[in-house]
């Protein structure tokens, strides 16, 4: 009983806090920052139009819903390389594994912008000076099982970003649950993703030096203009996943996600996916949103399961259509369970 108990409040309070953190709307798309936070890693996940929440288990859990990493047997690795807009490229490594006490996990993204040419006021066609931004989130993820029907979950990021000689470092927070009333194959998730205390950049590129007085030799005075900060881009997400069909080899799944942003509008996502053996995979999902600047598609997927003894090698890739100036997304995944 307390450890009922325990998961109604977990789950009230997720909720409690989405009355206070999720008051935006449209009209604040684009104010928030550390948007690295929000671009996905996983090819399965985008391919189910992200409604990925509910089911997700083990070391894919880690960015997705950490209280599905609990479901992880024995070990897993897994990497994930991200083609995005504008020649962005994001790479994920995440290992978990399981102990007695729950599952723990740990994981690091690296988003490179690329390189860039710097250019002033004074030289708006460029200084010549080629630099690279880079952004780092750390994570550390523990899961559990409360009862066998619920499980939960918490991740802890560090995240840093450095543009020159400006950098911003910060923390965020995920907490998860995953729910299986035992209806049938209904499987319910319910995810609070990105919440934490603001963020705000400094360094020396904030300053610049100054003449002051009328004497030509007085030393320059060093000025430091204020910086504003930031608020993490945090989301609530209820999904949903069901098993319509499952005959002999042939297995099909079908997703539904609701995501609430405090900086952007609400966004749903449907999916489907047909397994064979659970040695081969087909994929298929699309998000909607309230935002006519919405740029992204239908995407689709595939993988295969390769067992290696008592390990299996899995291999995953998607790839997420994008609409108006900017090529399609492409993502692809190597897991390693043993």
Same mark, same amino acid.
């Given at each position: 009983?307390?450890?009922?108990? *325990? ?21 604040? +798309? ?10 996905? %890693? !996983? ?13 997700? !288990?083990?070391?894919?859990? *880690? ?6 990493? =609990? ?22 490594? =995440? %290992? ?8 723990? /996990?740990?994981?690091? #993204?690296?988003?490179? @912008? ?35 029907? +619920?499980? %939960?979950? =918490? &991740?802890?990021?560090? @995240?840093?970003? #450095?543009?020159? $000689?400006?950098?911003?470092?910060? +923390? ?38 100054? $003449?002051? /007085? ?13 910086? =504003? ?30 995501? !609430? ?15 064979? $053996? #659970? ?6 999902? @699309? %998000? ?17 399961? *390769?067992?290696?003894?008592? !390990? &299996? *090698? ?6 997420? &259509? ?7 997304? #492409?993502?692809?995944? +190597?897991?390693?369970?043993?």
């Amino acid at each position: 009983m307390r450890k009922l108990n *325990l998961c109604g409040f977990v789950l009230v309070l997720a909720v409690g806090v989405t009355g206070t953190a999720f008051a935006g709307n449209g009209d604040r +798309v684009g104010t928030a920052g550390a948007q690295e936070l929000r671009i996905p %890693v !996983s090819p399965r996940g985008v391919a189910l139009g992200d409604g990925y929440q509910a089911d997700v !288990s083990g070391v894919d859990a *880690l960015w997705y819903n950490p209280a599905g990493a =609990a479901r992880l047997d024995g070990t897993e690795a897994y990497f994930s390389h991200f083609e995005y807009i504008a020649d962005i490229q994001k790479e994920y490594i =995440a %290992v978990a594994t399981e102990t007695r006490m729950g599952t723990i /996990g740990a994981s690091i #993204d690296v988003l490179n @912008i690329g390189d860039i040419q710097e250019t002033t006021e004074a030289n708006p066609e460029g200084t010549g000076r080629i630099f690279s931004p880079t952004f780092t989130v750390i994570g550390v993820t523990y899961s559990r099982f409360m009862t066998d029907a +619920v499980s %939960v979950g =918490a &991740t802890g990021r560090f @995240i840093s970003e #450095d543009i020159l $000689q400006t950098t911003s470092q910060g +923390v965020s927070f995920d907490v998860g649950i995953q729910y299986r009333p035992g209806w049938q194959s209904l499987r319910l998730g319910f995810v609070l993703k990105n919440f934490g205390p603001n963020m705000h950049f400094d360094g020396e590129d904030f300053g610049s030096s100054h $003449q002051t /007085g009328d004497d030509p030799n007085s030393r320059p005075r060093v000025l430091r203009s204020d910086n =504003a900060s930031f608020e993490l881009p945090s989301v609530f997400q209820i999904a949903a996943a069901y098993t319509p069909i499952e005959q002999g080899d042939n297995t099909i799944d079908v997703y539904g996600n609701f995501v !609430s942003h405090n900086f952007g509008d609400d966004e749903f996502g449907v999916g489907g996916e047909y397994r064979y $053996q #659970d040695i081969f995979a087909v994929r298929a999902g @699309i %998000v909607a949103s309230g935002d006519a600047d919405y740029n992204y598609g239908p995407a689709f997927g595939a993988g295969f399961n *390769l067992p290696l003894g008592t !390990s &299996t *090698l899995s291999i995953d890739y998607a790839r997420r &259509t994008v609409q108006d100036f900017f090529d399609d997304n #492409d993502l692809l995944s +190597v897991k390693f369970a043993f």
